[in-house]
């Protein structure tokens, strides 16, 4: 069982919808990132963040670390958006540290 | 130039080949991380680097040898690989601190095919 789980693994809305997806881990954890990954590869860090809430433009990030549960909310969804969205958490706090990482949700969004 | 970049983008080698990649950040990190995406899999960690010094090895074959001469470059040295070593490899960094590590950012990746 991987220690990051991502639901949905896939979702197509259509354009404008309001987005959710939900990222559950099982370790204790320092930070929590979402990633964007378009195709060809290339990874966007979105979010970095260890409580409570952080938004930028259409995008919201939520942690709950006493559930272990972040969700990761589009508004006003649009093609562009679509991409693969991936949860990552590191568990210690200081030095470096990789990243342990879901397997992703893949969002289409159609005109 | 600016941010992580990544060469080649792109490479195709037989399984008796000895090739290299190339990780360069321009952001004055600290930190340099290896990852391995393979098809239908979560990203992998494989090795870590802090002030050039492995601190990670995550159970990765030996086929794998990273080098990290100065905090800008980070490679990976590739000899006898097998086809199921073909995938995604990523490189990041970050600035890290005694008590805290700031948001890894990835480069574009080395799509890795092993004939």
Not at chain 1, 47 to 63: E, N, V
Request: net charge neutral.
């Amino acid at each position: 069982k991987n220690e990051v789980e991502q639901s949905p693994q896939n979702l197509t809305a259509q354009e404008g919808e309001f987005i959710t997806i939900n990222c559950s881990y099982s370790v204790g954890i320092s930070a929590l990132h979402w990633l964007q990954q378009h195709p060809g590869g290339g990874i966007v860090s979105l979010f970095m963040l260890s409580s409570g809430k952080k938004k930028h433009g259409r995008l919201i990030a939520t942690i709950n670390i006493q559930e272990k549960h972040s969700s990761l909310h589009i508004t006003a969804s649009h093609p562009r958006d679509s991409a693969v969205y991936i949860c990552a958490v590191r568990s210690t706090g200081g030095g470096a540290d990789g990243l342990t990482f879901g397997k992703g949700t893949h969002l289409i969004i159609q005109p | 130039e600016t941010g992580v970049t990544q060469t080649p983008r792109h490479l195709v080698m037989g399984m008796t080949n000895k090739k290299s990649l190339k990780c360069e950040q321009h952001l004055g990190h600290n930190a340099m991380y290896w990852y391995k995406q393979s098809a239908k899999k979560p990203l992998e960690l494989m090795f870590v680097y802090s002030l050039e010094e492995r601190v990670e090895n995550n159970s990765v074959p030996s086929r794998f040898s990273p080098e990290c001469p100065n905090s800008s470059h980070l490679f990976l040295h590739l000899h006898t690989l097998q086809p199921e070593d073909s995938a995604l490899y990523l490189c990041a960094s970050s600035q890290v601190f005694r008590d805290y590590q700031e948001t890894q950012y990835f480069g574009p990746g080395t799509r890795l095919l092993v004939l």
